[in-house]
Each structure stands twice: as structure tokens, then as C-alpha cells.
């Protein structure tokens, strides 16, 4: 039968109306027993429909002499599931054919796997062919290129591409708007976007990213404001980038405006609020949704884990666990797993979160660390040491995140032995410079365990300067332990980090009434009235219980 004959119309119709793999298979087999497996038409149609590459292989390999438009459907396969190497080497089999030769619909699906892969040398011998087959001033080829160059921050190659380009469409100008956001180029990207002959609105969302990225959110506002028609990728856009600055009036504001929402928008507020600290709102948003019958997808529920162990709430805890086990969602992935475990480590069912942890197939930093987190929290610092050693018997390295979660748990259990280990081998083992952090959980360790002076110390060796709230620490053992003198020096200290903080002249002052040091006491208030410093009412972390 020839090649390209268009035959047997009931298995046309056939392929047409195929719906899922299983159905077809059959369809296939029914091919294969009619004999048409050279129908390069059917086998073209049977080709386009498969999902699976190995499928795809094992039918276009049957054929005898595959024609160039065969090859271009695998190819696009192949880069569609970022099968790269495959992808080249059956470029260079096309190439080698006789009877199969690359055209102008070859090279886009070769250059958008570079892309993927940022494969910038392979990218340029493709580029180079294409040159050489006559094709490079195909419109939609030159437009995958600049994408690509841009992709891959070769922002002058982009350029080049571009200008040469005989005709453009918009698509093209949209991909150099990118490549110039890419680089973070903004001036030209402006440039670029204010000369395009017309836009769509892939090219507003792009530019509006490109500033909320920059932190131009006036701009990025003003650009949505002038939109002809806003899509709500506009509207998510800037609700991130009002998040990422914790504008969350704002970025309801607008979540509340769009008239319709997808599953990205709402993750993209609950995540907000979850980031700025707000649990509450969180929840709140996340019960809204669902009362829109609005199917949580993976990212939502690891954002409303993150807002249950900021809560610490047990309940919402077990909730959201036995919500998940009912779902279609996979709690085998990492990233849910982990959230899943830091969820029941700090909400206090560490019972269920060791059974999670074991469950891994394999464990790395961050389990680990909302493991020792979870056991710091609920006072069983000596388990959180023994975790933490196992961890890195597992070889895992540690980083400066993984050293403050130690720290912090030897802190909590007053393990200074274990805390000052740890420190010292952050600094000679793994080459760290201990930041502000590290040093804040060593002076809380030492003034929890009464080595005061060790604290000012270490306080005053800080090559940078420490956070005040590691003064407060130590001035809060002052308090508990009795020591005037030192109080005095380190609340003095507190006082030029926060001159507007009334909690060092409340504790300098406790420290004087129980020394029964009235007179010093009353010049602290004094200071206090003639500074206009008021002591505002709530919680303290200057105060906090030892």
C-alpha cells in the first residue's frame, strides 16, 4: 500500500473519536491486522494521540522508510517530555535518512528542547543547521530562538535574532520582552514593550511580572491598571507581588475584584497570608474555597500545612492530615511529605510525624530539620542532638538554616556542651561564618544557663552587629538571675539598637526593684517619661519565660 494513501475511513473515524490509551491500543491492533502499519497517514494520526514515548518509539520503529513529517511528530514528542538526548539523536538519524529530510517544522520542537534543558551549545549547532537548511527565517523558528537565546541569558544572541528577523508576530516581540526581564533589563524591556505594534495579553502579564520581580510594584500597578482586558494570570501576578512586599489589604483587594478565580489565584492568596504571618486569614480563605466547591490542588494544602504549624493547632492538624489520606492528592511527593511531617513535628503529634519520617523512602535536609524542630519544640532537645547526629552519619550536609534549627533546640534544652560542639563545628568543619542568628542561639543558651558573662562576651565578639533581640535575651537573665551591673551595661546597649523599645527600661527597672534599688529605679522611669518611650501592653519577647 502506498505511503501516503488515505485508507479504511471506519478506522479514521476511529482515531478521531479515541478517547483514552486503552482504547488506542485496540485501534492499533486493529491496524496491525488490517496490515496498514505503513499507512504513514494512520500511523501519523496514531502517532499525534499516543502520550507515551516509548509507545511512539516502538510504532514509528515499525516503519520502513518514515517520512519527514513522522519524524517531526516524534521530535516534538520527544521534546514535549524532555527526553533531550533522545531528542538529538534522533535529529541525527532524521538527518542521516534517505528519505526523511529536516524542514522549517523540524527545528522549533529541536530548539524548544534545548530551552528546556538550557542546553545553550546543542542550541547553536541547531541553530547553525537550521541556517544551513534554509530555514532560519521561518517566523516561527526565529521566534523559538529568541526565546530560547533569552532563556538562556544570551540577551545580545536574542537581539541579533531578532533584528535580522524578516517579519515578526507578536509572539515574537512577547519573547524578547522576556529574554531583556530575564536578565533583568528593565529599561530595554520597557523599550521593547512600549515599540510592539500590538500586544496580547501574555505580553502585559509578562512585563507586569518583569516589575513585580523588580520590586516595582507602582509601575507594575500603574501597567495593570492600563490593561485593555485583564486575565486573572494578571490579577495573580500582582496579588503575589503585593504578598512578597506583605500587602495583603492590597492583594485581597484585587483577589476580590477578578470575577473569576482558578486554582492558582486562590493558592497565590492563601500562600500570601500564610507568608505574612497569618495563619487565620489563611484558613479562613482556604474554608471560602471550598465552600465554592474549589478542589484544593498540592500547593494549597502545603500552604495550609505551613499556616497549621505557624497555628500550632493540633485540631486543624488532624484535620488536614485525615483531609489529605481522603483525597486524590499524592502525600508521597517530597514537598508535601515534608510539609505533612514540619505540620505534625510542631503541632505536637510527633507520634504520626517519626511514623512519616521512617516512611520516607529517603530523607533529606528539610525533613530533617522540621524532625529536630518538632522535638525542640516539645522539650525533647537530647532527641532532637541524637536526630541531628544521625543526619549527618546519613552524610547529609547541613546548612546555615539546619546549624540555627540545633542551635535553637540546644538552647531550648540548655545542652551548652552540645551547643558550643555545634557551633564550633559549623565554623572548622563546615567553613561557615556564623550569621547574627547563630550567634542570637548561643547567647540564649548561655544566658538560660546562667553563663552571663559567656554571653556579653560572645555578644561583644560578634564581627557583626547582633540582633537586639539577642541583648534582650541576656538582659531577661539579668532579670532572672540578679545581676544589676551587667543588666545596666546591656540594657544601655538596648537602648541605642531601640531607643523607642519601653521592654529593656521595664526589665532594667524590674532588675533595680528587686535589688531594691529604688533610686536607680526611679531615674529609669524618669528616662522613660523624658524620652516620651510608653510601655505598650501584650507580649514581650524581652519578657518571654526562662
Known sequence: MPSNSISDPSIRTLLNSCRNIHHLHQIHARIIHKGLEQDHYLISQLLTLSSSVSYSTSIFHRLLRPSTLLYNILLKIYSRKSQFDDTISFFI?????ENAQPDKFTYPSLITACSIEFRLKEGGFVHGSAIRCGVSDDLFFGSSLVDFYG???EIVCARKVFDEMPVRNVVTWTAMVVGYVNVGDWDNSKKVFDEMPERNSTSWN????????AGDLCNARKLFDEMPERTIVSYTVMIDGYAKTGDMASARALFDKATE?????????ISGYVQNGQPNEAMKIFLEMESLNVKPDEYIMVSLMSACSQSGNSDLAKWIDSYLIQSSIDTRRGHVMAALIDMNAKCGNMERATT???EMPTRDLISYCS??????IHGCAKQAVELFDRMLNEKLTPDEAAFTVILTACSRGRLVKEGWYYFETMKNEYAMVPSPDHYACMVDLLSRSGQLEAAYELLNAVPVEPHASAW???????KLYGEVELGKNVAKRLFELEPENSGPYVLLSS?????????????????????GVRKLPGYSLLQQER
Open 511 to 531: 532588675i533595680y526593684a528587686a535589688a531594691d534599688q529604688w533610686l536607680e529605679y526611679s531615674v529609669v522611669r524618669d528616662q522613660m517619661k523624658e524620652r
Open 371 to 376: 524532625m529536630i524542630q518538632g522535638l525542640s
Open 472 to 478: 534582650g535575651s541576656l538582659l531577661g537573665a539579668c
Open 206 to 213: 509578562v512585563m507586569i511580572g518583569g516589575l513585580v520581580k
Open 261 to 269: 478565580k482558578d486554582i492558582v489565584a486562590w493558592s497565590a492568596l
Open 93 to 97: 538519524r532524521m538527518k542521516r535518512s
Open 356 to 358: 512519616l519520617f521512617e
Open 151 to 153: 532563556k538562556c541569558k
